[in-house]
């Protein structure tokens, strides 16, 4: 599978932005789909994840806030970000994989990343 996000852009506090990550070669519909981002000196942090079986997952700073989705039939997933703050200003990035539920924001257990789109939140 090869990914391809986009939407990212330059935006101003309490604004909305909707990421996509577009998937390529593989059985889309089968994987978990989770964002994670990284803002800059700070390591790689779980946003939010739509499981193979469709149930949903959020980092409790982006609960009520951003919502994840995703449409097999067009092998794509989409985060949308309401409310957004100068906290969540990063570079997001799209990764497929299977963990476990209990293990779902490790980074390490995805194989395959996109390239990242960078998201800034002016105050």
């Known amino acids: 599978v090869q990914l391809v996000e986009s939407g990212g852009g330059f935006v101003q506090a309490g604004d909305s932005l909707r990421l996509s990550c577009a998937a390529s070669?593989?059985?889309?519909?089968?994987?978990?789909v989770t964002w994670f981002r990284q803002a800059p000196e700070k390591e790689r942090e779980f946003v939010a994840s739509s499981r193979h079986t469709s149930t949903t997952h959020y980092a409790d700073s982006v609960k009520n806030r951003f919502t994840v989705s995703r449409n097999n039939a067009k092998n794509t997933a989409f985060l949308q970000m309401n409310s957004l703050q100068p906290e969540d200003t990063a570079v997001y990035y799209c990764a497929v994989g299977r963990p476990i539920l209990s293990a779902i924001s490790d980074p390490t257990l995805y194989y395959t990343w996109g390239q990242g789109t960078q998201v800034t939140v002016s105050s």
């Open positions: 070669g593989g059985a889309f519909s089968s994987y978990t």
